[in-house]
């Protein structure tokens, strides 16, 4: 049973478009976390969100985390071929367990 | 500080048979985990060890288990390999950050390839 639900599933956009990735549950976490993943290696957090309707920004990346702790949202402001690669969300369970999102795929063209 | 290590990087076995793979923490991460990942299924959770006990586990047959050293590094073995199996497995060192919670680095993964 997948808990965590992500879309887009594939994105395909042009150097300097905005986009918004989505992270949806039914239960709630304690925390979130996004990652980053390319080709061949493991994924790179890139942010924890711990506050139901806590913004972190990191440069062009800002990620939300819902009010009732169930959902979050990765937003990119122009963004850039080093964008491309797989994002996911993760949500902590209990003492320390975390469920992973479906991914979303990014690729951004030149 | 280096990161995470995993070895090998590649391995190919053969059905039926079992395997070890090796994960070497970031220096003083005292918390080890490990992931399975496919295509089908994503990124799923197989258990996470600290200071060489299992704290939690996923929902994985017995034929995956593991261990840790008191060094902190972890070792994961699966028997009776299947087809299935065929995964990218990686291993993530944790920090717990006081505000942020565990912090999970991830090594390079393992690829396994069960034929």
């Known amino acids: 049973t997948q808990l965590l639900e992500q879309s887009p599933q594939f994105l395909s956009i042009q150097e300097g478009e905005n986009l918004t990735v989505y992270c949806n549950s039914s239960s709630v976490f304690s925390s979130l976390q996004w990652y980053r993943q390319e080709p061949g290696e493991g994924p790179v957090l890139l942010v924890t969100v711990v506050t139901g309707g806590e913004v972190k920004k990191l440069k062009r990346l800002t990620f939300q985390f819902g009010d009732a702790r169930k959902d979050s949202s990765l937003h990119i402001t122009a963004a850039q071929p080093g964008d491309t690669g797989l994002y996911l969300c993760?949500?902590?369970?209990?003492?320390?367990?975390?469920?992973f999102g479906t991914g979303t795929r990014l690729k951004v063209l030149a | 500080k280096a990161g995470v290590t995993q070895t090998p990087r590649y391995l190919i076995k053969t059905r039926g048979q079992q395997v070890t793979l090796s994960c070497s923490p970031i220096s003083g991460h005292r918390s080890v985990s490990w992931y399975q990942q496919t295509p089908g299924q994503g990124l799923q959770f197989l258990f996470e060890?600290?200071?060489?006990?299992?704290?939690n586990k996923g929902n994985f047959p017995g034929r995956f288990s593991g261990r840790q050293f008191s060094n902190s590094r972890s070792e994961m073995n699966v028997s009776t390999l299947e087809l299935g199996d065929s995964a990218l497995y990686l291993c993530?060192?944790?920090?717990?950050?006081?505000?942020?919670?565990?912090?999970?680095?991830f090594g390079p993964g393992t690829r396994l390839t069960v034929t």
């Open positions: 993530a060192s944790s920090l717990w950050t006081s505000g942020e919670g565990y912090e999970q680095y």
């Open positions: 060890y600290f200071s060489e006990t299992q704290r």
């Open positions: 993760a949500g902590a369970r209990g003492t320390y367990k975390y469920i």
